[in-house]
C-alpha cells in the first residue's frame, strides 16, 4: 500500500510562484512506479494532466504549462511541481498520481488572485 501527500499550496499572486511537493509514504518508492503526475481540477471542470514523469526521468506537460511549471524529483519518495508565472486560471486542487497501479493524493489547493 501506498499513500501520497501533497502539500505546498496556498494563495499566490499572478505573477508568483508556488512548488508542490508530493511525498509518497508506504511499501514503494517513487523509481517503482511507471510514471508520477500531477494533475488538477477546477470547480466546474474535469481533472486535468498537468505534467508527469517517468521512472527514466521523461516528463511531459499540458500545452497550458509548458515553460512555466517543472516537474522534478529529488530522492526515492518525494516529487516536486515547480510553479512559475502563476495565473488566475491556474486556480484548482492540484493533486499527485502514481502508476501503476494508480494511486491518489488527497490534493491541494492552489489559488492565484490578487
Known amino acids: 500500500q501506498v499513500q501520497l501527500v501533497e502539500s505546498g499550496g496556498g494563495l499566490v499572486q499572478p505573477g508568483g510562484s508556488l512548488r508542490l511537493s508530493c511525498a509518497a509514504s508506504?511499501?514503494?518508492?517513487?523509481?517503482?512506479?511507471?510514471?508520477m503526475g500531477w494533475y488538477r481540477q477546477a470547480p466546474g471542470k474535469q481533472r486535468e494532466l498537468v505534467a508527469t514523469?517517468?521512472?527514466?526521468?521523461?516528463p511531459n506537460y499540458a500545452d497550458s504549462v509548458k515553460g512555466r511549471f517543472i516537474i522534478s524529483r529529488e530522492n526515492a519518495v518525494t516529487v516536486y511541481l515547480q510553479m512559475n508565472s502563476l495565473k488566475p486560471e491556474d486556480t484548482a486542487v492540484y493533486y499527485c498520481?502514481?502508476?501503476?497501479?494508480?494511486?491518489w493524493g488527497q490534493g491541494t489547493q492552489v489559488t492565484v488572485a490578487s
Open positions: 508506504g511499501t514503494r518508492t517513487i523509481f517503482s512506479f511507471y510514471r
Open positions: 498520481k502514481a502508476e501503476v497501479p494508480v494511486y
Open positions: 514523469l517517468t521512472s527514466d526521468g521523461r
